[in-house]
């Protein structure tokens, strides 16, 4: 089925392990984003790209990097990741425009990670 | 910091009603977006409206964008179960998308 996959949907990992997250998306769009997801705080922008090996940081990135060698994959590192990590993320790709209000972002369905 | 503040943080309907939630901001925005979360799924764009004073339509859901492009609201008719949802509002007032932290939305039947 076309459009945004994201792995793995749940994990759950120790403080202090790395974690990456895959998105794929079958859209051939340029642009993809990292977002995580907490009660109370709304989508927060981690990271994103606009082109293959051209990333960006979001609003809270500190702690997370990412990595664009392909236009469909975009991964999420967690380099030693914190029980403050734990969080829905979610990935999302939008065509054209970067983040121009108009253009409409197509999200994954959301990785649930739990750090304990 | 610019905020988009949505009201009620959570609402809980019977089926039939109707019902509005607002999506406000001391900030201006070029345009603003509607977008609907259902459980275990990412979010899904309801609207944009880009015009101060516009509305939109899309079925029961009516979209109102404020006059001065600072706020917006959500009026949804005779509410069904389906309606249930977090519904998130989204602005662009420079080159970034801030987010709203949620409107979640119950309707029984």
């Known amino acids: 089925d076309a459009g945004i996959t994201q792995s793995p949907r749940h994990k759950v990992t120790e403080t202090g392990t790395p974690v990456t997250l895959r998105c794929h998306q079958t859209e051939n769009h340029r642009y993809m984003y990292w977002y995580r997801q907490d009660p109370g705080h709304g989508l927060r922008l981690i990271h994103y790209?606009?082109?293959?090996?051209?990333?960006d940081k979001g609003e809270v990135s500190d702690g997370y990097s990412v990595s664009r060698s392909k236009t469909e994959d975009f991964l999420l590192t967690l380099e030693s990741a914190t029980s403050s990590q734990t969080s829905v993320y979610f990935c999302a790709t939008q065509g054209t425009g970067g983040f121009a209000g108009a253009n409409v972002l197509t999200f994954g369905a959301g990785s649930r990670l739990t750090v304990l | 910091t610019q905020l988009l503040e949505q009201s009620p943080q959570f609402l809980s309907i019977q089926e039939g009603e109707n019902l509005t939630v607002y999506c406000n901001s001391s900030s201006v925005f070029s345009s603003l977006q509607w977008y609907r979360q259902e459980p275990g799924e990412g979010p899904v764009l309801l609207v944009t409206?880009?015009?101060g004073g516009e509305v939109k339509k899309l079925k029961r859901l009516t979209f109102q964008f404020g006059d001065a492009r600072k706020d917006s609201s959500l009026h949804i008719t005779a509410a069904q179960p389906g309606d249930t949802g977090l519904y998130l509002c989204a602005g662009a007032p420079n080159y970034q998308l801030i987010w709203g932290a949620g409107t979640k939305l119950i309707i029984k039947p």
């Open positions: 409206v880009v015009t």
């Open positions: 790209s606009y082109g293959v090996k051209d990333t």
